[in-house]
């Protein structure tokens, strides 16, 4: 069965520390693959998407996530991260052959403290 | 635009009791997708729709169902409620046919209750 597995449930960070939250997946196939987030109180909303190309992808809010296709991953990153990412980050994975079914991973709870 | 809007935000019910949840797209947008999240992990698909037909079902048992209006808003009903259930049941639109990749939009969720 396919799946999505994110490495990390919780991360604490301080405020200008690096990020990466790590997303990986089973399935052989072509994928897409994105990464939401959910601030707290607020609905899930999209932060980047890889369909093909360039495997390293920008998102918004300085967000960047790279796709490695031997490594089945598809890792989250920022350079310095601030109060405001504090939020739920879930990695998700759409393959050809289901319309539009995403599986999703569990989720990273990311606590940046000021 | 108004985003995509789900009724009611909050829902207490009891075993045994049958429940619809309503959502209504970004205008334009022809694809309806629910999903179930429940507390501490990751949305789980339920149902998609496109064009009032169903594209996609998840593993979830008959006692929840869907369908999408000419409007293209859509209802989730679930029949004899379990304690389970309660999650928060996401509803999501999108803009594109059945072609990868298009991103989807989220409402707030309908937050159910059973108890």
């Known amino acids: 069965a396919q799946s999505v597995s994110q490495h990390n449930h919780h991360v604490i960070l301080s405020e200008a520390a690096s990020l990466e939250l790590g997303c990986n997946y089973s399935y052989g196939g072509t994928v897409n693959l994105f990464w939401y987030v959910q601030y707290p109180g607020q609905h899930l909303q999209l932060l980047l998407k890889?369909?093909?190309?360039d495997p390293l992808v920008k998102g918004i809010k300085g967000f960047e996530a790279e796709f490695i296709k031997s490594k089945f991953s598809f890792n989250l990153r920022k350079p310095s991260v601030q109060w405001s990412d504090t939020a739920e980050y879930f990695c998700?994975?759409?393959?050809?052959?289901?319309?539009?079914?995403?599986?999703w991973g569990l989720g990273t709870s990311l606590a940046v403290n000021p | 635009d108004a985003g995509v809007t789900q009724s009611p935000t909050h829902l207490i019910k009891t075993r045994g009791q049958q429940v619809t949840l309503r959502c209504s797209p970004i205008?334009?947008?022809?694809?309806v997708s629910w999903y179930q999240q429940v507390l501490g992990q990751g949305p789980q698909f339920i149902f998609q729709?496109?064009?009032?037909?169903?594209?996609g079902r998840g593993n979830f048992p008959d006692r929840f169902s869907a369908r999408q209006f000419p409007n293209y808003s859509s209802e989730l009903n679930v029949n004899a409620l379990l304690l389970g259930d309660s999650a928060l049941y996401l509803c999501?639109?999108?803009?594109?046919?059945?072609?990868?990749?298009?991103?989807?939009?989220f409402g707030n969720g309908t937050r159910l209750t059973v108890t």
């Open positions: 999501a639109s999108s803009n594109n046919t059945l072609l990868l990749g298009s991103p989807l939009h």
């Open positions: 998700a994975v759409m393959n050809a052959g289901n319309n539009r079914k995403l599986i």
């Open positions: 890889y369909f093909s190309g």
């Open positions: 205008s334009g947008h022809k694809s």
């Open positions: 729709y496109y064009e009032k037909e169903e594209r």
